[in-house]
């Protein structure tokens, strides 16, 4: 069955040219090491991603994990590590962090309902992914917050206040290289410079 409109290459994504994937049809694919996103009954498959772009996410995952999770807030995960939740049959976001309250949600090996925060660290060779699809997609399903964290530019977007309607946020902010990122919905505050620095190898 051809469903792909272009071979794999390093660090890109490729979809199907059909809608009507679900997460049945997602359960029965392979696991090889690649990424299977169904987002709007589109299949999206990602290359494993740079040294850099796994640095940044283990950053960000250890002030979360002391801010959020130390303190009971809520508990975080990583990829590879399956989301559904509306419009979204599965996603694999790079951070989700689940309220304490929302536990619930978690059974069956997956992450069954809306999370607190997603974070997608952004992939040079794929940005529509995440600033166009995932933006839409997490906005319509009602995720409260959703940080696209940029390695290029050295910066944040924090998108709150979701309109799934529109499937857009009414609120985004930039969060500039020397500035601190202050969560809208949850107790973090981060200086963002500390995500990017210190890596040994910084292509993107």
């Not at 772009?53 to 283990?58: G, T």
């Not at 978690?106 to 952004?122: F, K, M, Q, S, T």
Request: aromatic content about 8%.
């Amino acid at each position: 069955m051809s469903t792909i409109t272009a071979p794999i290459k390093p660090d890109l994504v490729t979809r199907s040219v059909t809608t009507n994937w679900n997460y049945a049809r997602w359960s029965q694919l392979p696991d090889d090491g690649y990424r299977y996103e169904v987002i709007d009954g589109v299949l999206y498959i990602t290359t494993v991603p740079s040294f850099f772009h796994q640095w940044i996410a283990s950053r960000i995952i250890r002030a979360l994990q002391a801010q959020l999770e130390d303190t009971g807030v809520g508990i975080v995960a990583f990829a590879p590590i399956g989301l559904l939740m509306p419009g979204c049959d599965p996603v694999q976001p790079d951070i989700v962090v689940v309220g304490r309250k929302d536990l619930s949600i978690i059974h069956d090996r997956r992450i069954n309902g809306v999370p607190a925060l997603i974070v997608e660290v952004l992939s040079s060779s794929n940005p529509t992914q995440d600033l166009v699809v995932k933006r839409g997609a997490y906005a319509r399903a009602g995720l409260p917050e959703y940080w696209i964290v940029r390695p290029v530019e050295r910066d944040v977007l924090v998108l709150s206040a979701p309109d799934p309607a529109a499937g857009d946020y009414r609120q985004e902010t930039r969060v500039a290289p020397d500035g601190e990122l202050s969560s809208p919905t949850l107790p973090f505050r981060a200086a963002i410079a500390a995500f990017f620095a210190g890596s040994p190898d910084e292509t993107v």
